[in-house]
Every structure is written in structure tokens, then in C-alpha cells.
């Protein structure tokens, strides 16, 4: 497993944790905040996807 696919999903945990404090906080800050980690989360994640899938296509 890429290291990216591991930061990533950590980033997307941090970013609902957040989203979450900011919908009951009432501060759309910290909620736009939350959202913008998750959605960077799943960007990286998917690039470690990436970085896997070619490593097991070279290895074939």
C-alpha cells in the first residue's frame, strides 16, 4: 500500500471530524475547512491508488 493511499484516507477522517465540529459549531469556516481536507483526502488517495496500480503492472 502506497504511503499516499494512507495520508490520504487520514486526511480525509481529519477533514470529517472537522466538517462535523464546524456543522455544530455553526461555523461555516471550519465546515468549508472539512470539506476542502476530505475532498484533498480523496485526490491523494486516489493517487496512491494510482502509484499501486502501476507497480503492480510492472511487477507482471
Sequence with gaps: ???DR???AAK???GAVKEAAG???GDSKL???GKSDKVE???QNAVGG???A???AVKK
Aim: proline residues 0%.
Design 6 to 8: 494512507i495520508a490520504g
Design 41 to 43: 483526502g480523496k485526490i
Design 1 to 3: 500500500m502506497d504511503k
Design 23 to 25: 456543522k455544530a459549531l
Design 31 to 33: 465546515t468549508a475547512e
Design 54 to 56: 502501476v507497480k503492480d
Design 50 to 52: 494510482l502509484k499501486d
Design 12 to 14: 480525509q477522517a481529519k
